[in-house]
């Protein structure tokens, strides 16, 4: 069962948003390739073959003065310090070549000043490295002084400086000789094969030869990308190079070596290659992070589907309580009720405390301002107050009762027979109408019973609405009958006191008036109008009470079913119910939880029983063996 709520739709709403913003984010990175590839690098020693290729950029040097810089420059053009010397050196197991490159001026722009071999002069252009075949090539340097002269260096310049000049240019602060090595590796940001050079210094001394091996190391670059179908690009470079330094006895070498130079620098490869795959995330792969972005939002529908079963648990409750049970249901409204009007109570306590401290306070501000002015308003307004008083008094007026004269032979002259012979004849005629209103009264009032305990009985088939209005229109006949009843009895009597009582009758014979007064009060008792009035009135009120007390029970019924359906109530009674509920399950579980434990206390509180009692056991047949055997 399934039902959808707002806990499960703002779910919904967070998760379609999230996917959708993670997937503008995720193209975003894509188009800008910001998104990080796939790496994956290692290095291996081959003893196969190792080769890159050579060129005229590859390699290039100088030898920087130092503090001799400014000496340098003022005196190379008319003297001559060091010589450069480069060959190419290939050997092929048993056969090998030294060849001569020429020296120039590099023509690169970052590589202005440095010295660049020409490469144009051998016919193989790569520098190679392979140990199973035996095959090697290298770059050699030499760096002489201008008047060195050896197995290699035969000629001598003819401007050279002194020994001693190119002894202390050598010898100079900072002086050294100055490598840039090409390097190459790929920027993965840029997707570009990017070209840097790397620096090397060698430190030299003029009375040592410093022989330098550098070793150049081989990277392999495999580059993989593509939206949908990916193609792969390899770059072969050298990445590093590893240095070496070690000096030997510069007289030594040319006596015994045949070689006098200041340098001997030799470049080769190295066996060990690095090898770098690089794969760029294809669209499908995209769009698997975002689909897997998504699948895992929707592991948070776990808990929307928790809540939507305990609301259709709750549901389930409230309707089974509101049409099986109504009266714990109606119950639980009236203890809602109650706590709402306590809780409005106490809201209206503070607001008229609240109030009752602003007024003392301005009572007491007022108070204050009033004391200097006091005394005098008092006795003004006191004198004020006694003129209205006196005032009043005046105006009031004195009445005076005003007794009328009566004569004893008006009162002589008339008889008592002739009084009860009217009242009787009178009271003869009136319960004819009179009766019949009440019995029409009667019958209303036992109609509009027997209709209202019909109508509580049928109040699901014919409807609350048409029973209020059935009873409305009985009452309101009820009521015009009553009304009937009154102004007929009212009349009647009015007739009858009219005929004996007249002006004129009393005024001329007090006596027989008070005579006459005193006999209908006896005949009055006598002949019922009072009395039946009296049951009269009594059974208007049982019928006016059981009509009323009938048309709240309805009424009440009304309200309750209308505070059944009321929506908003309902609600705020849902979770009363379930705080409640809430609350007897934890004091349920609170106890279950102390039962376990003494539970558990028990049957600790009888093993330890238990074993003490057999310990005693044994220490009873223990003794009784000692006993027997003594």
């Known amino acids: 069962m399934k039902k959808g709520t707002l806990f499960g739709f703002v779910l919904s709403i967070f998760v379609i948003l999230t996917t959708l913003c993670y997937f503008i984010y995720i193209i975003q990175q894509y188009a800008t390739n910001q998104i990080e590839p796939n790496f994956r690098s290692q290095s291996f020693i081959n003893d196969g073959e190792i080769d890159i290729p050579l060129n ?8 920087d003065y130092g503090d001799n810089t400014d000496l340098y420059k003022a005196n190379s053009k008319n003297k001559t310090y060091l010589v450069y010397y480069a060959f190419f050196y290939y050997q092929k197991l048993n056969k090998y070549d030294n060849i001569m490159l020429p020296v120039f001026e590099c023509t690169n722009s970052k590589l202005l000043g440095f010295y660049c071999l020409d490469l144009s002069v051998i016919t193989n252009t790569t ?7 035996n095959i090697l090539s290298q770059i050699q340097l030499y ?27 050598v010898n100079g602060i900072n002086a050294a000789f100055k490598l840039k090595l090409l390097t190459s590796q790929y920027n993965t940001q840029t997707q570009e094969n990017e070209h840097n050079y790397r620096n090397v210094l060698i430190y030299t001394v003029a009375n040592q030869q410093i022989v330098t091996q550098i070793k150049a190391q081989k990277q392999i670059t495999s580059v993989k990308q593509g939206l949908i179908v990916q193609t792969q690009t390899q770059y072969s470079s050298p990445i590093s190079y590893t240095q070496s330094d070690q000096p030997i006895d510069r007289t030594y070498a040319a006596n015994y070596i045949g070689i006098a130079s200041y340098n001997c620098l030799v470049m080769y490869m190295d066996e060990i290659v690095q090898q770098i795959q690089i794969q760029y995330p294809s669209l499908p792969q995209v769009f698997a992070f975002i689909n897997s972005i998504f699948t895992f939002l929707m592991l948070l529908g776990i808990l929307g589907r928790a809540v939507s079963q305990f609301s259709i648990k709750k549901d389930f409750f409230i309707l089974f309580l509101k049409n099986q049970y109504q009266d714990t249901y109606l119950q639980f409204m009236k203890e809602k009720q109650i706590q709402n009007a306590e809780k409005e109570k106490g809201k209206e306590k503070y607001v008229e405390k609240n109030q009752q401290t602003f007024a003392q306070n301005c009572y007491a501000q007022q108070q204050k301002q009033n004391q200097i002015l006091g005394i005098q308003g008092v006795e003004e307004g006191g004198g004020e107050e006694i003129k209205r008083f006196e005032e009043k008094e005046s105006d009031r007026k004195i009445y005076v009762p005003n007794f009328r004269s009566k004569y004893k032979h008006c009162l002589d002259s008339e008889t008592a027979s002739q009084f009860n012979s009217n009242i009787i004849d009178k009271d003869n005629q009136q319960p004819k109408g009179f009766g019949v209103a009440v019995v029409q009264s009667d019958e209303l009032s036992n109609k509009m019973q027997h209709d209202c305990s019909n109508h509580e009985n049928q109040n699901d088939k014919y409807g609350l609405n048409n029973v209020t209005q059935q009873l409305n229109t009985q009452i309101s006949k009820f009521y015009q009958a009553q009304d009937s009843v009154i102004q007929q009895y009212q009349q009647g009597h009015g007739e009858l006191l009219n005929s004996q009582f007249t002006e004129e009758n009393y005024q001329c014979y007090p006596y027989k008036s008070s005579l006459l007064q005193s006999q209908f009060k006896k005949q009055s008792t006598l002949v019922s109008p009072s009395n039946y009035q009296s049951k009269l009135q009594q059974q208007i009120k049982k019928s006016v009470s059981l009509n009323t007390q009938i048309v709240k029970n309805i009424e009440e019924k009304m309200k309750n079913m209308e505070n059944i359906q009321n929506k908003k109530f309902s609600d705020k009674l849902n979770e009363f119910i379930f705080k409640m509920r809430q609350s007897f399950q934890k004091e349920k579980r609170a106890s279950w939880r102390i039962k376990k434990k003494l539970a558990q206390t028990n049957r600790v509180l009888n093993k330890q029983v238990i074993g003490y009692i057999e310990l005693r056991q044994r220490s009873l047949v223990f003794e009784k063996s000692n006993y027997a055997c003594l």
């Not at 005229?56 to 030898?63: H, I």
């Not at 001598?156 to 001693?164: F, G, I, L, R, S």
């Open 143 to 169: 760096t002489y002084g201008c008047l060195d002269v050896d197995n290699l260096k035969k000629t001598v310049p003819d401007n050279c400086a002194t020994q001693k000049e190119i002894d202390h240019m």
């Open 56 to 63: 005229s950029d590859l390699v290039a040097f100088k030898f």
């Open 127 to 133: 520098l190679i490295l392979n140990t199973q075949e």
